[in-house]
């Protein structure tokens, strides 16, 4: 019992290298059960998982359109094609629109507006593996050009009466779609993400990056950038939106 901390570590240890092909599999703590008090917030993890809803294309299309008249629509169209939690993508700044091996992206980090969990003003990350490169489909180069530069200004505004950042868009997101009986919270995004890239082949290790799940950015191996964009550019095949709707706007 007193050594089942460490060995979780290890077994954290051993997941990450075989991820990277260090080590060979499989992970030989993989059997090791959970302490009762882990064990049990697992078990309410998993469930709140499946009671999490997805959204199929053709209610993702709906929410396109009323969504597209939206003042944030950026903001949606960010975490549409990401899965990026709300406060993550709502806290960034026009210089974390930057570029990895040339490719077009956005840097999830800490910043003086932001921390980690608790220590976050306004808009904080959940933990150090929310810190991450994401890089951007095709469909949103447009979108990355307009805000990309060396401003260390928030890219996304505060809005009217908001404490923290994007919470206004979170509330008319989730309120439009209650309205018409659609899938709530932001969180729907990411589990689309997730459900269908590892439907289609990719992965569980270049999803869970991508997601803010694994690695942050220091750990990151050179050749995983490639991956990561090959990813996010065939989840934007498999969830194309109407290009009509991209209409240019002028940054919030």
Not at 73 to 88: N, P, V
Request: charged letters at 30%.
């Amino acid at each position: 019992k007193v050594a089942k901390p460490d060995i979780y570590n290890i077994r954290g240890l051993f997941k990450h290298a075989i991820a990277h092909k260090v080590l060979e599999g499989p992970n030989p703590c993989l059997d090791i059960p959970a302490l009762p008090r882990q064990a049990k917030r697992e078990k309410s993890l998993k469930r709140a998982r499946n009671e999490e809803k997805y959204i199929s294309m053709e209610e993702m299309r709906e929410i396109d359109q009323f969504m597209s008249k939206d003042k944030q629509f950026d903001l949606y169209l960010l975490q549409r094609f990401t899965g990026t939690r709300q406060q993550e993508i709502a806290g960034i700044r026009c210089c974390d629109f930057g570029e990895q091996m040339g490719i077009k992206g956005v840097f999830i980090e800490a910043h003086a507006e932001r921390g980690h969990g608790i220590n976050g003003q306004k808009c904080g990350l959940k933990n150090l593996h929310s810190e991450r490169f994401i890089p951007l489909p095709t469909v949103l180069h447009d979108l990355w050009k307009k805000y990309s530069s060396k401003s260390k200004e928030m890219a996304f505004l505060l809005q009217s009466k908001e404490r923290n950042y994007g919470e206004n868009y979170r509330s008319r997101l989730q309120d439009k779609c209650k309205q018409r009986g659609l899938p709530t919270g932001s969180h729907c995004f990411r589990k689309c993400i997730t459900q269908d890239l590892t439907a289609n082949g990719v992965r569980d290790y270049v999803v869970e990056c991508i997601c803010g799940r694994d690695l942050p950015i220091p750990d990151y191996l050179h050749e995983d950038i490639g991956l990561f964009a090959k990813a996010v550019e065939l989840y934007a095949q498999l969830r194309p939106i109407d290009l009509e709707l991209l209409s240019p706007k002028s940054p919030q």
